[in-house]
């Protein structure tokens, strides 16, 4: 089964970084657009950054020109750098991502369990 797996979350301090990675695994034939997302203690789960297999990125203006998404494709791995941190980027960040497995036809949606990111002041 396809599966997606973050990491790289921990505890840092205020205007410190760190590097989020999801890896996918499986039999996939091709991994559409991936996105990540976090979700704060009594928050919706929003939209941090997507990119898409072209390399278009988009992200959500609270983090832009903070956090960088890129990805590699040939390791079937999304990164999101993630500089300048604020106490309000605290959250459990989410990798999803639309995948086309081998053995289905068609395109899915994913989801990661998740990585813890705290940033102390």
């Known amino acids: 089964q396809v599966q997606l797996v973050e990491s790289g979350g921990g505890l840092v301090q205020a205007g410190g970084s760190l590097r989020l990675s999801c890896a996918a695994s499986?039999?996939?034939?091709?991994?559409?657009?991936m996105g990540w997302y976090r979700q704060a203690p009594g928050k919706q789960r929003e939209l941090v950054a997507s990119?898409?297999?072209?390399?278009?990125?988009a992200y959500a203006d609270t983090v832009k020109g903070r956090f960088t998404m890129s990805r590699d494709n040939v390791k079937n791995t999304v990164y999101l750098q993630m500089n300048s941190l604020k106490p309000d980027d605290t959250a459990v960040y989410f990798c999803?991502?639309?995948?086309?497995?081998?053995?289905?036809?068609?395109?899915?949606?994913?989801w990661g369990l998740g990585t813890r990111v705290t940033v102390s002041s």
């Open positions: 499986g039999r996939i034939f091709r991994i559409d657009t």
């Open positions: 990119i898409t297999t072209g390399g278009n990125i």
């Open positions: 999803n991502a639309d995948i086309r497995p081998v053995v289905l036809s068609g395109s899915f949606n994913y």
